[in-house]
């Protein structure tokens, strides 16, 4: 079995190779190549803490996994990213495990490709302003992906915790990849009511902005909540989207994310509000965007078949450090 460490990992693919490999990953899925197993969530001893198992399969590469990701809330108090996640990697001709990879950068890197994806699809050609909500580690590679995919003119911030902001500025300002402009902003209101794209990356449990804070013509992607108490957008929000996608439709219902159930619960939205997957839109099987005027909804609560996918390209990359 091959050890491929964080370290090493987070090095391999640039976020414009993780884009197209989260591409060709929702191709190979409509072809059947690759599908999603059964996803476990489970709470590790405490309420606040818990791991998810998430499985992949490929029938059109030699290869099968899973995720083990471990969501601690606190671990920024001692410095810790709040996810701890590792990819187990096995061979489906003879189930040898093949490498064990440590996934916290390659999460964050998947989970920006695929909101990328999603936003090169769904968003407005013209859209150029971002707001981002929240400013942790998945956020990050939010920015990264949304300037990869639109020709960004200006990123509007808001995150619970100044330092934050400004250690997420830090690290943007020597990584833009045109001169745009960085703006902190004092709610998330405000980051949202200015922007064509829209990030929520948090674990909120209560809305981190307000529906009528996004405009006509908007796309947001809510990356953040993957669990039934967990609630980054207000249930307005998906009432006044035109459609919601998302990774996986069942993954979606499985998960139970509150920014999804709430309205439907309130009876604010049909389940047919979730049209599909992003991977529909990318084949052509349902349309996306019809009017510049829509909102348009990315619906994000984490898809193995993305992460298999991303772990593949580093395996084959060749940089494994250790053999049995
Ligand atoms: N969709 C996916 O595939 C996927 C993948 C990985 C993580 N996640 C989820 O994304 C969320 C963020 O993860 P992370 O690794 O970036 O965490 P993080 O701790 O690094 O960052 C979260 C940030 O959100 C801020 N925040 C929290 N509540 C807020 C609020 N109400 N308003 C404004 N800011 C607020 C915090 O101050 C922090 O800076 C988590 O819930 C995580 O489980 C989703």
């Not at 996306?288 to 984490?302: A, H, K, L, P």
Request: charge should be negative.
């Amino acid at each position: 079995m091959k050890i491929i460490p964080e370290e090493v990992a987070k090095d391999v693919l640039n976020m414009k190779k993780a884009i197209a490999t989260v591409r060709d990953a929702y191709w190979a899925c409509s072809r059947g190549e690759m599908f999603q197993g059964d996803r476990i969530v489970q709470n590790l001893g405490t309420e606040k803490n818990i791991g998810q198992w998430l499985t992949a399969i490929c029938t059109g590469q030699p290869y099968f996994g899973f995720k083990f990701s471990a969501v601690f809330p606190d671990n920024p108090k001692s410095g810790m990213p709040t996810d701890q996640s590792t990819i187990s990697l096995f061979s489906n001709e003879n189930g040898k495990q093949l490498a064990l990879i440590g996934a916290n950068y390659l999460t964050a890197l998947k989970t920006g490709a695929a909101a990328g994806v999603a936003t090169d699809l769904l968003a407005r050609k013209d859209a150029s302003r971002l707001g981002i909500v929240g400013t942790g580690v998945q956020a990050f590679t939010q920015a990264l992906a949304m300037q990869e995919v639109r020709e960004l003119t200006e990123v509007r911030l808001f995150d619970m915790s100044e330092e934050r902001m400004d250690a997420f500025i830090n690290r943007l300002e020597p990584v833009k990849n045109r001169d745009y402009v960085i703006v902190k902003c004092s709610s998330g209101n405000e980051a949202a009511e200015q922007s064509d794209i829209i990030c929520t990356a948090t674990p909120s449990k209560t809305p981190v902005l307000d529906a009528n804070a996004i405009q006509s013509g908007t796309h947001l992607n809510a990356i953040g909540s993957f669990a039934r108490n967990m609630q980054e957008t207000a249930s307005e929000t998906a009432a006044k989207a035109a459609f919601i996608v998302t990774e996986h439709v069942d993954g979606l219902w499985a998960s139970g994310t509150g920014d999804i159930m709430e309205p439907l619960e309130a009876g604010l939205i049909s389940k047919e509000k979730v049209l599909g997957s992003v991977g529909d839109i990318l084949t052509g099987k349902l349309a996306g965007r019809t009017d510049d005027d829509q909102i348009t909804m990315y619906e994000s609560v984490g898809s193995c078949v993305l992460d298999l996918a991303i772990a593949i390209a580093v395996y084959e990359s060749g940089c494994c450090m250790q053999n049995d």
